[in-house]
């Protein structure tokens, strides 16, 4: 006579190699509760996707229209040059992007032109066509200079007419190739690095992609110091802020004064001061929400990350709970004679 065993007690024992109903019910649960939050989650993940592929897309049609347009605008013969002296400043300031088209219709006094000076050949000037002389030929200057250039240009040395400024973005296309470099390395790491780590790959190289410029260049916070002068036993200097950002210039022992990007500006020293001695210290001189945009700008990286996590849900195994009772492997039934 056999007799099958079902149940886990008898008398109050446990028979061994026999598998309680309970023991086997937390398992059925969490097998349940997994597959029913992954179905309920599943309209939130769908969502989530065709947002990235959105946004995919559209970067890649931005992306396609700046890189057609560019191409189009060199394969016309126009050219794109990058500021990089505070002359034409502040219409231009450094930095600027330029985009200057070659033209063979008569140049008028108040355009900007670029070209190179006779005594320079091998260097663009970009400034305003102060006078226009026979031949044709062109006196120049920069706004910012208090005379016209020492040389007369002739038409021969005239690259085009200024068309289009953008300030700043000069700044960015001067790096393009080292970032689009910077992009693909981390984009290789990425591909080759575990699924759970690939975000913290992209935010760290975004991040270096966008700093090491920074560091390097220094964009944020500059100044050129143009004239050194003595007036009325004081020495004065005229600078230019040539940064992104606006500046606050302070003279050794003078008032501390704020210029705006591109504009330029005259510091004092006491009197008695001598011009060896002439020393500025420049500082950001930002507004309190400003400032509070920067950090916010800065913490993104740290803010991706861990709502990332917080994103993320540990993993429910399959297995067979683990306790001190359960054993190694169960049968399915247990038969005695």
């Known amino acids: 006579m056999s007799r099958l065993f079902t149940g886990c007690e008898t008398d109050g024992l446990t028979m061994p190699g026999v598998i309680p109903r309970e023991s086997a019910v937390p398992n059925r649960e969490a097998a349940f509760s997994k597959n029913h939050m992954e179905g309920k989650?599943?309209?939130?993940?769908?969502?989530?996707a065709k947002k990235s592929n959105r946004l995919k897309l559209v970067s890649g049609a931005i992306a396609a229209c700046l890189l057609i347009a560019w191409a189009g605008w060199m394969i016309l013969g126009g050219k794109i040059f990058i500021v990089e002296t505070p002359s034409m400043s502040p219409s231009m300031p450094?930095?600027?992007?330029?985009?200057?088209?070659?033209?063979?219709?008569?140049?008028?006094?108040?355009e900007v032109i670029s070209f190179r000076p006779p005594t320079e050949p091998n260097t663009i000037?970009?400034?305003?066509?102060?006078?226009?002389?026979?031949?044709?030929?062109?006196?120049?200057?920069?706004?910012?200079?208090?005379?016209?250039?020492?040389?007369?240009?002739?038409?021969?040395?005239?690259?085009?007419?200024?068309r289009g400024i953008i300030p700043d973005l000069g700044w960015l296309y001067r790096t393009i190739t080292w970032m689009a470099i910077g992009m693909l390395a981390t984009y290789v790491v990425a591909r080759l690095s575990k699924p759970s780590s690939?975000?913290?790959?992209?935010?760290?190289?975004?991040?270096?992609?966008?700093?090491?410029?920074?560091?390097?260049?220094?964009?944020?916070?500059?100044?050129?110091?143009?004239?050194?002068?003595?007036?009325?036993?004081?020495?004065?200097?005229?600078?230019?802020n040539t940064g992104i950002l606006p500046v606050r210039f302070q003279a050794n022992g003078g008032v501390p004064l704020v210029a705006n990007p591109g504009h330029g500006l005259f510091l004092y020293t006491p009197k008695g001061s001598r011009q060896a001695d002439f020393m500025v210290k420049m500082s950001a001189s930002l507004n309190w929400w400003e400032i509070l945009a920067t950090i916010g700008i800065c913490l993104i990286p740290l803010v991706v990350l861990t709502s990332r996590r917080a994103r993320t849900r540990p993993e429910i195994l399959d297995d067979i709970p683990v306790g001190p009772d359960t054993p190694p492997s169960v049968p399915k039934s247990y038969s005695s004679d």
């Open 41 to 48: 989650d599943a309209p939130k993940r769908n969502e989530q």
């Open 94 to 110: 450094v930095g600027s992007l330029i985009f200057v088209e070659p033209t063979s219709a008569p140049i008028t006094v108040g």
């Open 125 to 162: 000037y970009s400034h305003r066509v102060y006078r226009v002389l026979p031949g044709p030929s062109y006196a120049t200057k920069g706004d910012l200079n208090s005379s016209p250039d020492a040389w007369v240009v002739p038409r021969s040395s005239v690259i085009g007419v200024v």
């Open 198 to 240: 690939r975000l913290g790959v992209w935010v760290l190289g975004i991040s270096a992609v966008v700093a090491v410029p920074v560091v390097v260049m220094r964009p944020l916070v500059r100044g050129d110091l143009l004239t050194v002068s003595n007036v009325h036993k004081r020495v004065r200097g005229l600078l230019v």
